[in-house]
């Protein structure tokens, strides 16, 4: 029985055919609908969740101007040439007025706009923690179900506070790029950790040589990719350059194989079981967000106590949060 039989009133569940089918208009419909974030489209979003789990999830991260868009799209292009379907989620810094994205890295990838074997959205972090909002996780699921094989999440651009794409990715590749300073942002972000392949971009500039011998040294230190399954993975440095293809063949060869490594040692699923455990928990705040902003008239006379220094913060958020539950 199809999607469309089982619940014609929810919005959204005319939808769920048409994206199984690999329908554009009904995948792009439905990742808006997970972006408006309304409880109505909720069966229609958990119906895809059931569907999807079959595609390599990669995330692509590393500091602002290292070249993770023009690398992204070579990176698309090499898929395709594989014969294989391949979804990108570009996430942007989001607007302070409208909520939507930024830069919009669609605009850096139309070459491959006009490919039905490739689909690219752009999407915002809306002042989501970690740098990923919960509608770009479940965009991933969209293009999944949609029967897409390798989807590309593309962040922001690594921080201190920007790597929830290692607890959303099965493979996360790490670029930097020379002239960057890249080996003291490494260190600083964590980012050695978080990797499972380096990639340095632009390796036919002259100054290239240094950063990949840099990474090198510091892997051979004894850093090592994070405890996430697979942590027997040897974590390599891929040189890449976007512009004349150099290496980019290499990095998708190293991803296919790490995707394997994970199948044969059984750190695929505990990587599946983390992702969800993150989603979980990352709803879970959503929805207590939520209810703050909802509950805000329940603030007033409590932030009257505060501001009079009869009551302190941490007190006031605990009698807050009791109101809430009781509502």
């Known amino acids: 029985m199809s999607a469309k039989k089982k619940n014609k009133t929810s919005p959204g569940m005319d939808l769920v055919d048409g994206v199984l ?3 554009v208009r009904a995948i792009a ?17 958990a119906e895809i969740f059931r569907r999807a789990g079959n595609a390599h999830v990669v995330g692509i991260t590393g500091v602002p101007g290292s070249g993770k868009s023009t690398l ?12 294989r379907r391949v979804g990108i989620v570009a996430i942007d810094p989001s607007s302070p007025f409208s909520g939507g994205a930024i830069l919009g890295d669609r605009v850096r990838m139309t070459e491959l706009t006009g490919d039905d074997g490739v689909f690219i959205r752009s999407m915002a972090t809306r002042g ?65 950790e978080i990797a499972d392949i380096h990639v340095v971009s632009k390796c036919d500039r002259p100054d290239a040589n240094a950063t990949i011998t840099d990474l090198k040294g510091m892997l051979t230190l004894g850093v090592r990719a994070m405890e996430m399954g ?74 009257d106590r505060v501001r009079e220094r009869r009551m302190d913060p941490h007190e006031a958020a605990l009698k807050l949060l009791d109101r809430i539950k009781k509502d």
Do not use: C, Y
């Open 21 to 23: 089918t690999g329908n």
């Open 29 to 45: 419909r439905m990742i808006s609908l997970a972006e408006a974030a309304k409880p109505e489209n909720r069966p229609a979003l």
């Open 72 to 83: 992204v799209r070579g990176l698309a292009k090499a898929v395709r040439a594989s014969g």
């Open 128 to 192: 989501a923690l970690g740098g990923l909002a919960r509608a770009s996780l479940e965009a991933v699921d969209v293009l999944d179900a949609a029967g897409f094989d390798l989807i590309l999440i593309e962040t922001v651009g690594v921080g201190q506070d920007e790597v929830d794409v290692v607890q959303a990715a099965h493979t996360v590749a790490v670029i930097s790029a020379p002239g960057l300073g890249d080996e003291i942002q490494a260190i600083k972000a964590g980012i050695l």
């Open 230 to 303: 697979g942590g027997d993975w040897r974590v390599s440095v891929v040189p890449t350059s976007a512009e004349t293809g150099e290496g980019i063949d290499d990095l998708l060869a190293a991803i296919d194989g790490h995707g394997r490594h994970l199948a044969d040692t059984g750190g695929l699923e505990e990587r599946r079981r983390r992702i969800l455990e993150m989603r979980v928990l990352k709803t879970a705040e959503d929805i207590i967000r939520k209810d703050f902003r909802d509950g805000r008239d329940k603030l007033s006379g409590l932030m």
